[in-house]
Nanobody, 115 residues
Framework: VQFMESGGQAVHPGVSLRFSCSPS????????MAWYRQTPVKAREFVAV?????????DYADSVKGRVTISRDNAKNTVYLQMNNLNFEDTALYYC????????WGQGTQVTVSA
């Protein structure tokens, strides 16, 4: 199993970013897919989740609710995270994984929000 995240960059507050993740090694459309994030001083935390074959189910962490949208393209085996109005607290390494997560993680994609 592999996870390949992309889309992170250094930005100013208020900017929007979209992350992409293209996992391999399992039947993508069957699984809940989620985004997580981690900083050097905080444990990895849940950000958002989206249902598999049925994409009706969604949930978001309170810290990002209203600013973030998770989506997926099962034909492309890709899950996305759209983050709007980024703030300093969004600075982190962002990962995708199943929910619950597998033991294997990707390299993540770094987002740094600074003035």
């Amino acid at each position: 199993v592999q996870f390949m995240e992309s889309g992170g960059q250094a930005v100013h507050p208020g900017v929007s970013l979209r992350f992409s993740c293209s996992p391999s090694g399992f039947p993508f459309r069957k699984y809940l897919m989620a985004w997580y994030r981690q900083t050097p001083v905080k444990a990895r935390e849940f950000v958002a989740v989206l249902g598999g074959a049925s994409t009706v189910y969604q949930d978001y962490a309170d810290s990002v609710k209203g600013r973030v949208t998770i989506s997926r393209d099962n034909a492309k085996n890709t899950v996305y995270l759209q983050m709007n109005n980024l703030n300093f607290e969004d600075t982190a390494l962002y990962y995708c994984n199943q929910l619950p997560p597998l033991e294997s993680w990707g390299q993540g994609t770094q987002v740094t929000v600074s003035a």
